[in-house]
């Protein structure tokens, strides 16, 4: 009797440590030619303003026809993002942004949105599933790249974005499964 319950209890235990493996993954990949946030921005760099073409910003690895994950900017928006205030003189800013504030509708924008994300649950299967605790791993990078174009000839470019995103995410909810009912009885409670 005492092999059959400690063989059922190893079982148990066997069973348990496996169901890790059943928590949810995912990635989230932005159709891109880069591996890094360090690769799309040297191949950003390499566009020089007021030499580099559209065709040349195409092969660096920017397509803004493609239309996948590029997002079209006015000129009334692209003098908003990239003149930092009304009152600084339009000799202080750079003179790609001269030359698009004075281009005014013959002057566009593209904005580039690259990365890669990954999104890792971990902890205990049980206290997961029964949503009690909770603990998401999301690692990657993303890149933001900010082309101006006059004419099919870059005239500004600017990045931003994360290097490196390494963060963990933990939810713990007191009370289990029954978390977002209470949640939305004190919402039916305040109106």
Known sequence: MFRLRRTALLLICAILAGCASL???GRVDLPLRFDSFEAAQQA?????????????LKALGFDPDSGANVTLIPYPEV????????GVPLAALDPGVRACITAQNA????EF??????????????L???N??????????????????????????????????????????PLGPFQPAGEAAGRAIIR
């Open 23 to 25: 928590l949810p993954r």
């Open 132 to 173: 009690f605790r909770r603990n998401n791993f999301v690692t990657g990078w993303r890149f933001v790249g900010l082309v101006v174009v006059r004419d099919d000839v870059v005239l500004f470019r600017n990045f931003s974005g994360e290097a490196r995103i390494d963060r963990e995410e933990r939810q713990v909810n």
């Open 79 to 86: 003098v908003a993002r990239v003149a930092p205030h009304p």
């Open 44 to 56: 950003l760099e390499q566009a020089t303003p007021f030499r580099t073409t559209i065709d040349e």
């Open 107 to 110: 002057c566009r924008a593209y």
């Open 128 to 130: 997961d599933f029964l």
């Open 113 to 126: 949105h690259l990365g890669r994300q990954s999104r890792k649950r971990e902890g205990n299967f049980w």
